[in-house]
């Protein structure tokens, strides 16, 4: 079995097992950790050439669609990075949860998240990606609402699912149009056609759909609303999906789709655009916050800002600046996400003026939690510092406006991550709780991530200059013409860089120390809640409008669809009218016949006594019958007498029980019904008179008449066709009167055994 | 014959829909009756009305009406019964457990809705 | 090709049910008959698709009587594929009623009435010829009626009074088509319409006969605007019936649309092909907006019945081989999920009481097995990957998107969206929050859950093996495309 395969499936093949565990088994945890740990071995194994990079997977080829693998370095490198950061959460969260939380639940879902987020950055169909992305979404539901019984819970889970899941379908939509241009959803085969894809029509709007896919999984503006709520969810999923990995499916797909896509000239600046007004306004958002992870969970949107605009180009040097950051920041923020979770823990509040001092107590939680924001400040010597450095060079060759705009991101981060190293450090209250150091099992995960970020600014090349420089060329098909560096000469990158910390601490200083601005609720939450409001006040408003309930509006609803369809079909298609029908001549016999029919129907409407309506509905049967027998029809004579003489007694004994009899209760709408009425019955006659005239075939009829006596071996035509040609007919309808005589039974016998039992 | 058959079938079909179209019970039963009466009538014209003898083969070679219809007919009349049947046991139990024939009292929407 | 195997579809739940009228007294004896009755009408539904996907079309003539002057029954891939469906779904409907009908209701023929049900659904199904058509409808309905009326509470009594009365307006509209039909063909065999049909454009009468036929099938079918009885309906009965309806019933009009619409309704027509993609776009989005309005499980399932109509109907309106193929595959992609969770709403009624979200509560903690099911059904029916939702629903888009139908596209976007949001409304108020303090452990719920999980595991393999599905679909599609080939097949078969 192909490493691949195996290490994508394990999380799969886990995630249900782990269902069996009882529920304070913290070996659930282990399994799951040990599964990352297991991935990640054959992620190596791969890297290293000693097992295929490609699997192929059929699912349904007629379609298009297969599930197959393809590990190309850039897959790796994001492979490599979940399965790693996922270890590290599994094990953190082994000893983190509470021991009556409900581990097998929990773990499960991480492992399905982690099957799905693996499933995202191998497949090589665009479908099977899609799938998979849609799957990340639903197992961030189920973590955000782990602890369900949480209103906030639900709320968050929901709104997360509401947002990506909409975008999630643009973006489906946009494929389908991609696949169809492109005629392949193989993403291999769709990089070489992106000229196709840039001469047609549908380029445009099926890019705009992607990048709606991408803003609202990656929580860009318009679309940030949904990362703040999800904190709710419990500290280790936070890292894991909402800092290090989920919310990065929108950089991978734009660092997988870019060489596509980037042909259509929206693609790049439309991205960029987003990503850099995301990272200046969430960065100052996050410097407003005083929940620790609401902070963080601003700040990672800002940073997602970052990366994606540095993937937006899909060039090579910036798609490598790109990658190293978004390492850097899963390694930093991850790590973040999981030292507020200890504090949590330890101190009961995740709120930043609540805290005592830090530094003395939880020396080392305190030291890890500023190395790391030092790190997103972009503080030589850390892993963002080498990173930051790439942006700003980025962008300070690019129009003013938007590296003004950079800067400020810049600024506004280095204050945030100030307000928090030094914040926490004396503590905003002297007298506020005080934990202390948790246990190694609880350090040791953070502290690695801390290790790394620091490892990736001393020495960035040797630590990730190969993979980097591999994915990247995966990525865009060139290769980098630069390699990291910690010092990169003085040059106007340095002095801004040193410009944006120096006034993020100024800012800090003189300005957030002394008053920190309220956080208000976000324009886009009042938004999302009351378009959610709206819709469901209206959907009831407008079904309450039409569900009545009351059976003479909705038989004229049927009534006015049938009447109005006929009449505006029958005017289109040029019905005409005709009377070519030669029936037989009718006699005074006939003619009294159907006048007393007559009189007899017009009587119904008029009968002021139950029993007279009875009766005339019985007089009308009658004269049928006798029109029946006058038309040659002895059979249908006879059995018509038979039913309404059984009717018609069968109507008195079931209606003796009724109130007085009520004539016209509804008056306001009795003239349409008349209208309706009248256009039913006319219309009807009219029909009919029509399809006889213009009879375009001979019936099959006399097929029966032929064939009655010699065949079949009867006289009685009618009775022939009852019992023989047509004997399945009669099985039906024998059958329709057994059945309707068993459930009369058992209607009323039900019903006299609860009058009894009353 | 055809045009006083038609006439009929008109006036069947019109009743039938207007007391359908009514909020008293028995109104809406007697209704269906003469609806399924008129289309019963509109079955019986589709055959032509003649002019022709019974189709009861044997009793010479006259011409005989289209006998399908007639089938079609008595297949209908007897379904439709054993469905008024059962039409008039669900008014009545209807009428014994809400004790209204009102359908305007009968509109079965909930507090919850 | 001649083969008596289609009969038996109807003859074998036929006989099962007349059976199970004697055994009434025995409910354990009752189960078990039906249960075998079903087994053994699965195995030949089976039968008939492996038949007629190795040899065609198979036709049955009864009495040996050729088409057009006898019956017919005519079993393509759309019937054979439509009646093994049926037939999976009414056996696992039946093993969950088995334990969760009270006797009440069992020694009161619910046996009989369901086997009836199934023998007009699958004569439906099988029928070629348009009056018997009616005729296994009358079997269907009349039996539906007994089934929502069994027990006798208010409630079911008068919307079963509304329901019947609503079918016998539209039975009447049936026979008035049908008279027009004859009246202006003078046949009423599909195969033989098929030839003589087309004859009718020129005078408008075609047209005519198809908006009849169209609001027949459309009232059966629940299609906009005449969907309004159904709501209602499905609530009063006990709710493991609800799901066999919900699965099942309207299905049968949608597949009469499908049969009679590419037959002779569509071929020659400007204006049945828009009307339907249409109705289809507002069926699915006013029912969608139904179910947001609602706040009891069942009812919300209910809107959402006529909701997923649309997209079957946005297939045969779209009309290209993978549309069709595409709204097939989402028929019985419906059928399995909407009865699954049509019986997880029986189950959690079971445990809890009630189908009032409001009232409900944390039955992801009291039942985790009955969650995961829903979760799955509920994506699946929201057309969420990788599920059998999703691969009816890609098909549909990309059908719609290569035919050009923009609106119905979008709207179908939409209201998948809607729908995943109302699925989430029923799993954050019935299956998270507290556990609702009334729980009730009642007996039977293995085999319950058993009978949810066969079905939502058949939707995971419809989904992950779409590509077993996908021939039998794409014979189905094709055979409606070419109503002459199957005109031809069905009037020049003779007795071997």
New interface residues.
Partial sequence: MPAVFLAAALPFVVSPIL?LFRRPDRRAGLLSAAACAGAFACFVSVALGASPATVAL??????G?SFSLHADPLALFFALLITGVGFLVAAFATSYLDSNENFP?FFSFLMLFTGSMLGVVLSSNL?AL??FW??TS?SS??LI?FW??RERS?YG??KA??VT??GG??M??GF??V??VCGSFEIAVLAERGALLAANPWATPAVLLIIAGVLTKSAQLPFHLWLPSAMEAPTPVSAFLHAATMVKAGLFMVARLGPLLSVVPLWTPTLALFGLLTMTWCGWLALRQKDLKALLAFSTVSQLGLILVLLAPAEPDTTAAGLLHLLNHACFKGALFLLVGVLEHELHTRDLSLMGPLRRNMPFTWLLIALAALSMAGVPPMGGFVSKELFLDHLLNGHPLLALLAVAGAVLTAAYCFALAAGLAAGRRPDGPRGQDPSLSLLLPPALLVAATVGLGIFPDQLVGAPVAAATLAATGSSVTGHFAVWHGAGPSLWTSAFAVSMGLALWWGWWQKRVPPASTLIADRVYDHALEQ??T???R???S??????????????L??IV??AV??A?????IQDG?S????GPW??AV?AT??LA??A??KART?LA??LA?GA??FS?AL??AL??????AL??IM?ET??VP??LA??A???P??????RR?RPL??V???A???G??L??????S????????S???E???DAAGG????NV??V???????L??I???G?????????????S???AGR | MHLAVLTVVAVFITCGVYLLLDRTLLRVVIGLGLLSNGVNLALLASGGLGPGAAPILGHGSAAIVDPLPQALILTAIVIGFGVTALLLTLAFASYQSQLSDDLEDLHGRLDDE | MMNNLCVLPVVIPMATGVLLMLTQARPALSRAIAISGNILSLGVALALVETVRADGIQVLAFGNWPAPFGIVFTVDMLSALMVAVTMVVSTATLLFASVSLDDLHKKNFFYPLFQFLLMGVNGAFLTGDLFNLFVWFEVLLVSSYGLMALGSQAYQLQETFKYLVINALSSALFLIGVALIYGATGTLNMADLVFKFPALADSGMAGVIAVIFLVVFGIKGALFPLYVWLPRAYYGPPTVISGLFGGLLTKVGVYALFRTVTLFFAPGSTFVLPLLSFVAGATMLLGVLGALSQWDFKRILSYHIVSQIGYMIMGLAIYTPLALAGGIFYIIHHILVKTSLFLVAGAVEKRYGTTNLRALGGAADGSPLLATLFMFAGLALAGAPPLSGFVAKFMLLRSGLEAANHLVVAVSLVVSFLTLYSMMKIYRYAFWRQEAENAIVVQGEPVRTFAIAALVTLSLVLGLGGAILLPYVEIAAAQLLDPVAWGTVVLEARVR
Avoid at chain 1, 572 to 576: A, D, E, H, K
Avoid at chain 1, 687 to 692: E, G, I, M, T
Avoid at chain 1, 694 to 701: G, H, L
Wanted: net charge positive; aromatic share 10%; hydrophobic share 60%.
């Fill in positions: 269902l059929p699912w349904i080829g007629p379609l669609l639940r479908m899609f799938v849609e799957m639903f539901f189920l609402g369900h019984h639900r889970a929901l699912l509401v899941g909409s379908l643009a489906l939509l389908i149009m696949g169809i819709l469901e209206r959907a009831r407008l079904t309450a039409y569900m009545s309930g009351i059976l003479w509006r909705y038989c004229s609803v049927i009534l669809t049938v369809g006929v079909v029958a289109s298609q040029g019905f005409v029908w029936s037989r001549h009718a006939d003619l159907c029919a007559i129907a017009l119904t409407l139950r309506a009875i509905l009308s049967g049928l029109m029946f038309s040659a029809a002895p059979d249908l059995t018509q039913v059984i009717s069968l109507f079931v209606f029980f009724l109130p009899y009520q004539v016209d209760r509804v709408a019904h008349a309706l009425a009248v039913a019955g006319l009807t006659a029909l009919l008179a029509a399809s006889r213009q009879r375009v075939a001979e019936p099959i009829s097929f029966f008449v064939k009655s006596v006289h009685n035509v009618v066709i009852l023989d040609f047509r004997a399945l007919d009669t039906g309808e059958t329709v009167l059945v309707a005589a068993i459930a009369c039974y058992a209607i009323i016998k039900l019903l055994e609860k009058e």
